[in-house]
């Protein structure tokens, strides 16, 4: 796909679905639903949550990575 | 002022409840905005914004002062978004609410037809999530592609390569409906 390609898409793209411009507001004041929201359940701790097969999928990927560079560009594509 | 605002965010990294307060008064309609510009969906945007602010909350203790907030926070929104955009069913769902979305712009090129207009709205709604943020805020946004990376999380060049795809998956389902752009 060429830039003129490219162009053409984004006007099209860009007709068919106009910016939100200006500055919108919320129809209503939010910080109610807030509050409930924070007392609904306590916050729980900040944390990230790895499942074993979150690291072996990274531990994997790694050594793909070290073991067939080539393949770096193709992982990077599908990011 | 400047001590003012470094404060409350001394404070809010520190879990006070009050200072969370006050950014969320200070920055909701930021938020909101950000949200609207990738939701096209008020209702949403609003829910949205909640949700981040929730999210801002639980993990206050990961927050930087000296970075500010309203970037932190615009990338907060931009996961919570993409998170909502993974859940929906996309087409069957979407399809009702960009029907009202497709508004006739200022300019209409009289050769694209509502139809037209209508099936490549339909046709975006089918793109990948990730494809569809980065190319809904640097094209029909026109946000800065380093904003849309810093809102993203991801450099300048992926936000090319992302709105590079999205495009190309859109000229190709358009191609497939007899529409060539």
Known sequence: ?79 | MQNDESDVLNQFQQGDAAAFETLFHQHQRAVYCWVLRITRNPAAAEDLTIETFWRIFNVHARFDPARGFEGWARRIATRATLDWLRSKKTENELSTEMLDEVAVPVEADPAVTAEIRLKTAMAFARLPPKLRIAATLAVIEEQSQKDVANALGISVAAVKLRVFRALRLLRKDLEKQGITP
Request: aromatic share 12%; glycine share 6%; charged share 20%.
């Open chain 1, 1 to 79: 796909m060429n830039k003129d390609d490219q162009d053409r898409i984004k006007k099209l793209l860009q007709q068919a679905m106009p910016p939100v411009k200006g500055e919108s507001e919320p129809r209503r004041d939010l910080w109610p639903a807030m509050l409930r929201r924070l007392n609904a359940r306590p916050a729980a701790p900040a944390q990230i949550g790895w499942a074993w097969f979150d690291g072996a999928l990274a531990f994997g990927l790694l050594g793909l990575a070290a073991f067939f560079p080539a393949s770096i560009p193709l992982l990077l594509y599908y990011l």
